[in-house]
């Protein structure tokens, strides 16, 4: 139904008069729906379309309630909300690539047609709802700014562990004088320590300043606020890392150390300059969980604890562990060292940044701009008889030498690469200048890993894959194997808000360097020959742990293919 026939058709009614069609008509706005229209002018109001809907189409009024919208966060990321406000448009489900939306006017083809194309989903259906709901769903969906100010106006300040002498005065004055900036920055981040994120992400772009969250390794959009705070909120948060606000153009680094209630809290604080500002992502890290992490806790398998178990124990030489940024790496070095701290055992860390003060650690943070590199701190600790050395990462030449050397000199090394799987690691350190026979001789243990999430114990469903896809993937052994596989709830509950998945669990690939793979190592064999020798003596690959987890019902296979490589 085009605009001139539903306006027409509400004076028929009695909705309208004829002399408010008219009016309608002259004040429409550029690409403004003719409803919303209606309603700026108070011609209409959510009274009187409800009764229009309820009356005359009632195959198009939505049914449902707040309670019962479902939008997977990487769904709500595609659509823009610019398109949803301009023409009062909310979406309530996605299921199997049908997006439902409500609308006040669901006959704005023009309107449903612009929401596909910027959103690139073909399947969209429309109701009608009245103007209140559809903002209150927006508002649940993209909280707005006041709201946001409003609801934390009572929250407890959170305690930030700075120095005031660090601070000019004119700044300090300046933040005392910025106190809903001061509130939002300090929500921010207690929503994100709550909702149990391990990022947060704060995005100038050209006409909005966008905040997300990674929560369970998905990054979501959670709020987008007017441009025009930009500056403020980000001069807060390098005033609360201790950073240089006057220091736009150049990539900084710092910390926030709080204290939110009872909990301690980490927060890595790095800034990018962008297009439109700064961006700030801040790694979440809650000292607690280190301290109480064990072995057992991280989702190893049975086999593969004992592998690991054992090579910490050992006396000397190098572990490994290795994977992309986000994947688990510092908390499984922290659990290892948390169960070889000791007093009788000297432990030193070279980090860039310490991750989380942990008591009995020797922790330094490696400088650069001061030339407090990985390798000078590493030269420091072989004088200060250590009996344990964790590097941070290995970046350089330099770095692996000495690290190489000292697990060669009776110390136990840990240490993390950035490659994709074990025995790519090996690989690695000699493609960087490290001697064969050097790497043969220290490396001990590769640990490699990933996480993935797992299932919402609530709401899980169990998979309908075919038998024969499930073989085919590896799942299942044979057509003869009985056992149920299980797969995320797309609608979610409660419990899990909606994603269908709960908390994360680390899966595994260790490579043990025995006798006959070091002389393999020393020969200067390739990754691929290196992973054959690997797999006969019962290595299992990353993605055949991932699976493992999947026939465990732990996680499923959209989980395992969205994070592992086959």
């Not at 990353?542 to 490589?565: F, H, P, Q, S």
Request: with cysteine.
């Amino acid at each position: 139904m085009d605009e001139a026939k539903l306006l027409e058709f509400l004076s028929r009614l009695g909705y309208i008069t004829k002399d408010q069609v008219q009016k309608a008509i002259s004040s429409k706005e550029k690409n403004e729906d003719i409803i919303t229209t209606l309603l700026r002018l108070g011609f209409m109001d959510d009274e009187k379309l409800l009764d229009f809907y309820t009356k005359y189409t009632p195959q198009k009024l939505w049914k449902g309630d707040l309670k019962s919208i479902n939008i997977p966060a990487e769904i709500l990321n595609k659509i823009p909300q610019d398109i949803l406000k301009k023409h009062l448009i909310a979406p309530v489900s996605y299921q199997d690539g049908k997006l439902t939306i409500v609308t006040v006017n669901p006959f704005n083809q023009s309107a449903i047609n612009e929401l596909r194309f910027a959103s690139k989903i073909d399947n969209i259906v429309s109701y009608a709802a009245p103007k209140k709901t559809i903002e209150d769903i927006l508002n649940r969906l993209y909280p707005q700014t006041q709201d946001i100010l409003e609801e934390i106006s009572e929250v407890s300040e959170i305690e930030i562990e700075t120095s005031e002498s660090e601070l000019s005065l004119d700044t300090i004055s300046k933040e005392a004088g910025e106190a809903p900036i001061v509130r939002l920055a300090n929500f921010l981040i207690m929503e994100a320590v709550n909702l149990g994120a391990s990022d947060i992400h704060v995005e100038p772009q050209e006409k909005k300043l966008v905040v997300r969250y990674r929560v369970d390794g998905v990054l979501r959009i959670f709020h987008e606020f007017p441009i025009n705070i930009k500056d403020a909120l980000t001069a807060r948060l390098k005033i609360m890392a201790n950073l240089d606000i006057s220091e736009r153009r150049k990539p900084q680094d710092g910390r926030i150390r709080a204290k939110i209630g009872n909990k301690k809290v980490d927060l890595r604080v790095s800034t990018v300059p962008v297009v439109y500002g700064e961006k700030i992502v801040m790694r979440i890290q809650e000292a607690e969980k280190y301290l109480s992490v064990r072995l057992e806790d991280l989702g190893f398998e049975p086999d593969d604890l004992e592998k690991f178990r054992k090579a910490i124990w050992t006396p000397w030489g190098m572990i490994l562990v290795t994977g992309p940024t986000g994947s688990g790496k510092t908390t499984t070095l922290y659990a290892a060292l948390m169960e070889r701290n000791k007093p009788d055992v000297n432990i030193m860390t070279a980090e860039d940044p310490v991750e989380v003060s942990i008591p009995g650690l020797n922790q330094v943070q490696v400088n650069e701009r001061i030339g407090l590199t990985f390798a000078t701190v590493l030269r420091a600790f072989l004088r200060q008889d250590p009996d344990i050395i964790l590097i941070g990462e290995i970046r350089d030449t330099e770095t692996a030498e000495i690290g190489i050397r000292a697990a060669l000199t009776g110390h136990l090394v840990f240490s993390t690469l950035h490659t994709n799987d074990a025995p790519s690691s090996i690989t690695r350190l000699v493609d960087m200048g490290i001697e064969p026979f050097l790497v043969g001789s220290s490396i001990i243990l590769v640990v490699a890993q990933r996480l993935v999430r797992k299932l919402c114990p609530k709401c899980k469903l169990v998979d309908d894959t075919p038998k024969e896809a499930l073989v085919r993937l590896g799942v299942l052994k044979s057509l003869d194997e009985n056992i149920t596989i299980y797969k995320a709830n797309p609608k979610g509950c409660d419990e899990c808000k909606g994603t269908g998945y709960k908390g994360r669990t680390a899966v595994h690939e260790i490579l043990e360097v025995d006798e006959e793979m070091r002389k393999l190592i020393v020969r200067g064999a390739t990754a691929e020959d290196i992973r054959e020798l690997a797999k006969r003596k019962g290595m299992r690959t990353i993605y055949e742990a991932g699976i493992l987890k999947v026939r465990r019902g732990i996680t499923d296979i959209a989980e395992v293919e969205r994070v592992l490589a086959k």
